[in-house]
């Protein structure tokens, strides 16, 4: 499985916006990316996925690089409740289990 | 929205009891999860279903088992809990069958069990 490398912590202010990097150097051709986050004392929940292509959604942008070997979650307006842990997971294509393999996901600390 | 739900927040066994752990999903999904999460060392999975009665071991199956009786309900059970079986149990679930690349997961709130 492709793994993925990310700061163990970031710090932002409120409101402001926050760039959280993840590396993924081995990522092959049809791995999916996706971003998951877990506030404190609950499940992980889904933030953002792409392919190749930037995306947006209401909860933040996925910046990909033009290599695809990084990528970046931004959040354009970094509040209180985004404090949480920030995992950037990798999907291979259909045949493996479904499972998704976390690694330790950058904390994300926002101070007011 | 999809919920996943689990039977306790928090669960307090001695060593040697039987553990039952429930998740319930009310979006008609597919395939189950269930993973473990422990300091240090992220989440891992524990076991996973992809359809009733359908159960395939995960990355840390042993000391567990699971019963996908309906399509909705997922169990994980404890058959003889120890103390290095204090964690916090996490339930997902997922559709289509199989699994896409693409397709999300969604979670429960989690179990913190604590075995005595």
């Known amino acids: 499985d492709a793994k993925t490398t990310q700061p163990n912590s970031m710090e932002s202010n409120e409101e402001e916006p926050v760039h959280l990097p993840c590396n993924h150097s081995?990522?092959?051709?049809?791995?999916?990316i996706h971003w998951y986050r877990q506030l404190p004392s609950q499940g992980p929940e889904y933030v953002i996925h792409?392919?190749?292509s930037n995306v947006n959604n209401r909860m933040a942008s996925l910046a990909i690089a033009e290599d695809r070997k990084s990528s970046t979650l931004i959040l354009h307006r970094a509040t209180l409740r985004d404090a949480a842990v920030y995992y950037c997971?990798?999907?291979?294509?259909?045949?493996?289990?479904?499972?998704?393999?976390f690694g330790q996901g950058t904390t994300l600390q926002v101070k007011p | 929205d999809v919920k996943v739900t689990q039977s306790s927040r928090y669960l307090v066994k001695r060593t040697g009891e039987k553990v039952f752990l429930e998740c319930v999903q009310d979006?008609?999904?597919?395939?189950m999860f269930w993973y473990r999460q422990d300091p240090g060392l992220g989440l891992r999975l524990i076991y996973f279903?992809?359809?009733?009665?359908?159960?395939e071991k995960g990355d840390i199956p042993e000391g567990y088992s699971v019963s996908r009786e309906k399509k909705e309900r997922f169990s994980l059970i404890l058959e003889s809990a120890s103390t290095n079986q204090t964690s916090m149990y996490l339930c997902?679930?997922?559709?289509?069958?199989?699994?896409?690349?693409?397709?999300?997961?969604?979670f429960g709130p989690g179990t913190r069990l604590l075995v005595l």
């Open positions: 997902a679930s997922s559709s289509p069958r199989g699994g896409r690349p693409q397709e999300t997961q969604y």
């Open positions: 081995t990522i092959s051709g049809t791995d999916y």
């Open positions: 792409g392919l190749t």
């Open positions: 997971i990798l999907r291979p294509p259909l045949g493996n289990t479904g499972k998704l393999i």
């Open positions: 979006m008609d999904h597919e395939n």
């Open positions: 279903s992809y359809d009733v009665k359908m159960k």
